[in-house]
């Protein structure tokens, strides 16, 4: 059984902050590489932020330079800290297991989706 719980969003004016947790179980999570997906309304589900089990990141272009994807294997715990908050960021946000196709690009391992948290980003 795979239990993936997101926590941590909330509303937040434009160039503020918010750190997102992820807390993994029913998974050897040390060995698993893990990834961020958010959803607008109306949109399709977008990768942002990737690390592998070795801590090597991966970040959506529209969010270089103000996330910042981390691990703590000890807790099983995957966090995306984000900062300078742009109203284009309000989603909601998922974690999942990352997996590789043959071209390196993720696809989130895990079918059954978590409940996600609500990051919304006023101006």
């Known amino acids: 059984q795979v239990q993936l719980v997101e926590s941590g969003g909330g509303l937040v004016q434009a160039g503020g902050s918010l750190r997102l947790s992820c807390a993994a179980s029913?998974?050897?999570?040390?060995?698993?590489?893990m990834v961020w997906y958010r959803q607008a309304p109306g949109k399709q589900r977008e990768l942002v932020a990737a690390?592998?089990?070795?801590?090597?990141?991966n970040y959506a272009d529209s969010v270089k330079g103000r996330f910042t994807i981390s691990r703590d294997n000890a807790k099983n715990t995957v966090y995306l800290q984000m900062n300078s908050l742009k109203p284009e960021d309000t989603a909601v946000y998922y974690c999942?297991?990352?997996?590789?196709?043959?071209?390196?690009?993720?696809?989130?391992?895990?079918?059954?989706w978590g409940q996600g948290t609500q990051v919304t980003v006023s101006s």
């Open positions: 999942n297991v990352g997996r590789r196709d043959v071209s390196g690009r993720y696809y989130p391992a895990v079918g059954s």
């Open positions: 029913g998974i050897i999570f040390s060995i698993n590489a």
């Open positions: 690390i592998t089990s070795g801590g090597t990141t």
